[in-house]
């Protein structure tokens, strides 16, 4: 009895972490401390913490395995062995040590979602597989829901982030129970790519179609690319090693019905909210080619023409009312230049990580240490910038506060799934695991956080230490 409940306990805490991402904002209790304006505790936080705890009687059982495994102790050292130097060398040394702790848990998640997936029966395995597919579709449904709620009521109840009002793009982005619309499309990955290449079933078919909707109302540039760019790379390879993609191609047709829904969506909610607004529907437009063309695309502005303003009387007239007709703010929607500025802070942040990296050659080995980036810009590169400085590529991110030592075993990990999926393409497990994990490793080009992470972490895991010895079941 109490091994069935841990085994049902392991599982449930598995599938929360894979396609709960959703939830890792709300609900939960801030704990921002030193500066770490993410640090919080949820219930998406305490499945991660209960999938670690639960898998310490596996990890206990494998320790010899793991202990001869040179490439894993290897990996672990070198990042170990960045942290600790970073830590000492840092000058908010007590910040350090709490990312190095972060990204340590996220390394372990990662190794426990790993070995409690290969101790799951195969009934269990199509279990978590439904649930991931039912979770695209309950999603999906729940971001049309949350964007219908906001196009009436500017902050959709309190849900939507700061980021996400209408103000910016004419209708607000959705972003469910996660921090900010990029996290959300990260979560929906999985079920996404699952779907697409799932046998021909009606759950399937609407969880594709449904996780498309929820990710084109992301407004999410990084998750648009880093579908299609998943998708072409997949294509060319399997082409190279002349495997047969109709199947992709018949389910295509549905991935850009839901991603025009959603944009149609998004387009009749400008359109409704901003209703008293002029070109209201041609600014709406303009503000969409802008963001998914990374402002390269530039399409003139519709604006009225204000007429002079009546020479001013010399004292006012007691009777004199203001003119009802005035158009508020909230009435009056133009696109803001938002693509332009958040390319420009995404750059600037990442020149000044580089510099910082290449400062010195221990910098260049070892980082100046995670989570010490902003102290260590004002008091080297003398430029004025928040102790919490971040860099919006997860990349760079962990090259300016692990180096080079550091960050090599986490790119070789992923290169590693890579290559054996490449080398097992021909089977529909390893055609499923090159496309989600291409796509995560794109995406990751486009924000850089260590606590929206975690079923990232965890999917890599899972790969690693199962598929690479077993591609003959389905996915």
């Not at 002029?278 to 063309?293: E, G, K």
Request: hydrophobic share 50%; glycine share 6%.
């Amino acid at each position: 009895m109490a091994k069935s409940f841990m085994d049902d306990a392991r599982f449930w805490f598995l599938a929360i972490v894979i396609f709960g991402g959703v939830f890792a904002l709300s609900p939960s209790i801030s704990l921002a401390i030193l500066d770490f304006p993410s640090l919080r505790l949820g219930l998406y936080q305490m499945a991660a913490a209960g999938l670690l705890i639960t898998s310490l009687p596996i990890l206990f059982k494998k320790r010899q395995t793991f202990l001869k495994n040179r490439y894993l102790i290897g990996g672990f050292l070198a990042i170990f062995l960045a942290m600790s130097i970073g830590t000492f060398f840092a000058e908010a040394r007590l910040r350090t040590m709490l990312y190095s702790l972060s990204l340590l848990f996220l390394l372990v998640v990662g190794l426990s979602a790993g070995v409690v997936y290969a101790e799951l029966s195969k009934t269990k395995k199509h279990r978590l597989v439904k649930f991931g597919l039912w979770s695209g579709l309950v999603f999906g449904i729940l971001a049309i829901i949350q964007l219908i709620v906001a196009t009436f009521e500017p902050t959709g109840f309190g849900t939507l982030c700061p980021g996400c009002k209408a103000d910016v793009f004419g209708f607000p982005r959705i972003n469910l129970f996660a921090a900010e619309p990029q996290f959300l499309a990260n979560a929906l990955l999985p079920a996404f790519f699952l779907a697409l290449f799932q046998p021909k079933s009606r759950l399937a078919q609407l969880s594709l179609f449904f996780t498309a909707t929820a990710i084109a109302l992301t407004f999410s540039r990084g998750g648009f690319l880093a579908i299609f760019l998943a998708i072409m790379i997949f294509i060319i390879v399997a082409s190279i090693k002349r495997l047969n993609t109709s199947f992709l191609y018949k389910k295509l047709p549905l991935i850009i019905i839901g991603t025009f829904f959603g944009f149609t969506l998004l387009f009749l909610s400008a359109n409704v909210r901003y209703s008293s607004s002029p070109f209201i529907a041609h600014n709406t437009l303009v503000s969409m080619i802008d963001q998914l063309s990374l402002g390269r695309i530039k399409i003139p502005q519709k604006t009225t023409v204000k007429s002079q303003p009546a020479p001013a009387a010399k004292s006012p007239s007691p009777h004199s009312t203001p003119d009802a007709k005035s158009t508020s703010p909230e009435q009056n929607f133009q696109p803001t230049g938002f693509v332009e500025a958040s390319a420009n802070d995404r750059l600037s942040a990442s020149d000044l990580a580089i510099k910082s990296w290449l400062s010195s050659p221990r910098n260049f080995f070892f980082g100046v240490g995670l989570g010490n980036l902003g102290s260590f810009i004002q008091n080297h590169l003398h430029v004025s910038v928040p102790t919490d400085q971040t860099v919006y590529i997860f990349y760079i991110l962990l090259l300016s506060g692990l180096g080079i030592i550091g960050l090599l075993p986490l790119i070789l990990t992923s290169l590693t799934i890579l290559f054996f999926a490449i080398k097992n393409l021909h089977r529909p497990k390893a055609q499923f695991i090159f496309s989600l994990t291409t796509a995560l490793l794109i995406h990751f080009w486009f924000f850089g956080s260590f606590i929206n992470t975690i079923h990232c972490f965890a999917i890599i895991g899972i790969f690693l230490y199962n598929y690479p010895r077993d591609y003959a079941e389905k996915v």
